[in-house]
């Protein structure tokens, strides 16, 4: 069955880092664009990166331009997200979904920026 798993979130302080990973299964991983989406409270979701079918190309939301890395492991079936600098705005629900968020949603992993 297709499905997407995300995890590695967690209550961190301001400045600090956290690494989410998004392992997919039940598809043909490698042939798709990949995204990381998330959700503030009260908020709609939103595109923080996406990345392409070979890694080779990337793009960011302005909001975390520079602070987050998004990567992929096609052997793996596995995408990351490496987030650094971390700020109060960023917390939020992130998902992972194909750049085209045609596949069933995960249950995301909840990232909380906090002192």
């Known amino acids: 069955q297709v499905q997407v798993v995300e995890s590695g979130g967690g209550l961190v302080q301001p400045g600090g880092s956290l690494r989410l990973s998004c392992a997919a299964s039940g598809f043909t991983f490698s042939i798709y664009a990949m995204s990381w989406y998330r959700q503030a409270p009260g908020k709609g979701r939103e595109l923080v990166a996406v990345?392409?079918?070979?890694?080779?190309?990337?793009n960011y939301a302005d909001s975390v331009r520079g602070r987050f890395t998004i990567s992929r492991d096609n052997p793996k079936s596995t995408m990351y997200l490496q987030m650094n600098s971390l700020k109060p705005e960023d917390t939020a629900v992130y998902y992972c979904n194909a750049r085209n968020p045609i596949l069933p949603w995960g249950q995301g992993t909840q990232v909380t920026v906090s002192s």
């Open positions: 990345i392409s079918t070979a890694g080779g190309s990337t």
